[in-house]
């Protein structure tokens, strides 16, 4: 395909320390919760990219990112795993929450699968315990896969589990940025063939930690990242929350 990369210490190592900084006082945190399409990613599965990781880098000094997704949870098993009581725990009034899972509770051959039912009370607990804390929740359709017909249609592929995101920031009277949707939208925009630069399509040779080539529809390239990161933000302006203002205007 003739693409280039970055080093790959040149853009990881960079991204995951902003992930990771400690809480400053004075600063706001935005939490990110959620699975591998938003998740830092090891060294070794690069290119691969979640969107959490471009994200943030696009805000002022007084934002602090902590991206806790993590490939392969869905709201019940990121629960049962411990990995949001220490959320809630270091939550401060005016963080932020951004919540996005659906890719691996929808899917009920897999053992981190949910019912619909749970997927919403997990969902609505998210959410509540945001709000003891006085932070600020915000929920998050899943983000679209890459799943064209032989017409070159996108054929959606989380109906149900993003109907219920939509409901619950509804029935809870919370901000619901609808990554489902906008993503389907802008894999319609580059079509059938472009949209692989979205995600992690690599073929035999291109790359060192894929010798034999990746075709991947689920989770992206450092473009297809930085896409979804920026139709996010999007919202986040579109949304007026008051994050909005901290986006550095370039």
């Given at each position: 395909m003739g693409r280039r990369f970055f080093s790959k210490y040149g853009l990881i190592i960079p991204l995951l320390l902003l992930s990771f900084t400690l809480y400053t006082p004075g600063k706001v945190k935005?939490?990110?919760i959620g699975d591998s399409t938003m998740a830092n990613k090891l060294i070794?599965?690069?290119p691969e990219t979640g969107w959490g990781m471009p994200f943030s880098c696009f805000f002022d000094s007084t934002v602090v990112v902590d991206n806790r997704a993590q490939n392969g949870r869905s709201t019940r098993t990121f629960m049962q795993e411990g990995r949001w009581q220490p959320v809630v725990d270091a939550l401060q009034p005016g963080d932020y929450v951004l919540i996005q899972f659906g890719h691996n509770d929808e899917i009920q051959t897999k053992k981190s699968a949910t019912t619909e039912d749970q997927f919403r009370a997990n969902l609505t607990k998210y959410v509540n315990d945001t709000k003891s804390r006085k932070a600020?929740?915000?929920l998050i359709t899943?983000?679209?896969?890459?799943?064209?017909d032989t017409t070159g249609v996108l054929v959606p592929t989380h109906e149900a589990y993003s109907a219920i995101v939509r409901s619950v920031a509804r029935d809870l009277n919370v901000p619901l940025i609808d990554l489902d949707k906008k993503s389907q939208a802008l894999l319609t925009k580059f079509g059938v063939e472009n949209s692989k630069l979205l995600y992690n399509h690599l073929e035999?040779?291109?790359h060192p930690n894929y010798p034999s080539g990746k075709v991947d529809d689920t989770h992206f390239s450092e473009l297809g990242a930085r896409k979804m990161a920026q139709l996010v933000l999007e919202d986040i302006r579109a949304l007026n929350l008051g994050l909005a203002q901290k986006i550095i205007k370039r």
């Open positions: 935005v939490y990110l070794r599965y690069y600020y929740p915000v899943p983000v679209a896969r890459r799943n064209f035999a040779g291109e």
